[in-house]
């Protein structure tokens, strides 16, 4: 093989190796993902929710989240969720147990945790069409549900 064939073969070996490797821009940037995502979702309703691994109650909120998203998307609901866990395997399987049906980001270092200078897990906030802040809740059981679920519809038929 020819000197510089062999190098260009090196360095596309070497560039798949790094792709491979690597993980997403998305992992190291979660504040800017955040803040994208509620741009995309302008003029929609936002249920945001930070979540872990090791989150007992977030085994039971994600199946209601599923049912909300489905329920209320052609209305506008938007579900995101934010994942806290330091590694993304032990998120991954997670969802394999608990399957999610919306948006997850990344947030192994806390970043927005601690932007949302969150109390407790689950944390949920939830947004308006216009991105401002209507709720905020932590922890999640059945008398909750109900509760976050009246704020959802609210929210969706408030006249803005």
Known sequence: MPFSL???VNLLLITMIIMFISKPSHAYEPIQEFEQTMERHKGKVVYVDFWASWC???RKSFPWMNTMQEKYQEQGLIVLSINLDAQTELAEKFLKQTPASFDIIYDAKGKLARQF???????????????????AHNGFNGKKQKIYQQEIEQALTAKN
């Open 117 to 135: 200078k969150l109390k407790g897990m689950p944390s949920s906030y939830l947004f308006d069409r216009h991105g401002k802040l209507i709720s």
């Open 56 to 58: 007992v109650p977030c």
């Open 6 to 8: 062999k190098i260009l």
